[in-house]
């Protein structure tokens, strides 16, 4: 275990979500703001240390979590918003890039694919794509939804059983 951990792309990605969070109109919007602050702050957190069980990047696993719905972020609207946030995604990551990729390293095209995928399949709970990163993202969208207490049920509920299940050795595959 180190004694510290590197999350400077992650925590920089953080606050440019917090700055366009805050400077949103949600008047129109599915979700709260208050909802997106406290979904992307927890999403990010909760899946760092189930990243470290399965084996992936912590950091990757968290700027996937912490980008997942940037689509219903930017147009408010919760349908279709995977492919709406995959299409956008894009943007960001090279505002991210340009802006502060040269101190605290860029988010490479191997990466940038692989968020990309997880955003645009994120909603797929009910079916196993076999792409660690995204199957690892929708279990903790399940769980961050769990712990909020939303109702949750089917898919979902037997995602967020995934994790919290792990360290009694009772891991669901969907
Ligand atoms: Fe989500």
């Not at 008047?27 to 909802?35: H, M, Y």
């Not at 912590?58 to 408010?76: F, K, N, P, S, V």
């Not at 894009?90 to 490479?108: A, E, P, Q």
């Not at 792409?131 to 690892?136: A, D, F, S």
Request: net charge neutral; proline share 1%.
């Amino acid at each position: 275990m180190t004694t510290r951990l590197d999350f400077r792309r992650l925590n920089k990605i953080l606050s440019m979500l917090i700055t366009q969070i805050e400077q949103s109109d949600f008047s129109t919007a599915d979700v709260s703001k208050e909802w997106h602050y406290m979904h992307i702050m927890s999403c990010s957190q909760l899946i760092k240390p189930e990243a470290g069980e399965r084996g992936l990047s912590m950091e990757l696993a968290a700027i996937t979590a912490a980008l997942h719905d940037y689509g219903l972020l930017l147009t408010g609207k919760k349908e279709n918003h995977a492919k709406t946030g995959a299409a956008l995604i894009g943007g960001f990551i090279d505002s991210y890039n340009t802006i502060f990729g040269g101190k605290r390293g860029i988010i490479t095209s191997e990466e940038r694919a692989t968020i990309t995928y997880a955003v645009l399949h994120h909603s797929e709970k009910e079916i196993n794509s076999g792409e660690p990163y995204t199957e690892l993202l929708k279990d903790v969208d399940s769980l961050d939804r769990y712990l909020h207490g939303i109702l949750t049920e089917g898919a979902y509920l037997k995602r967020a059983a995934n994790i919290l299940h792990t360290s009694q050795g009772k891991r669901n595959t969907v």
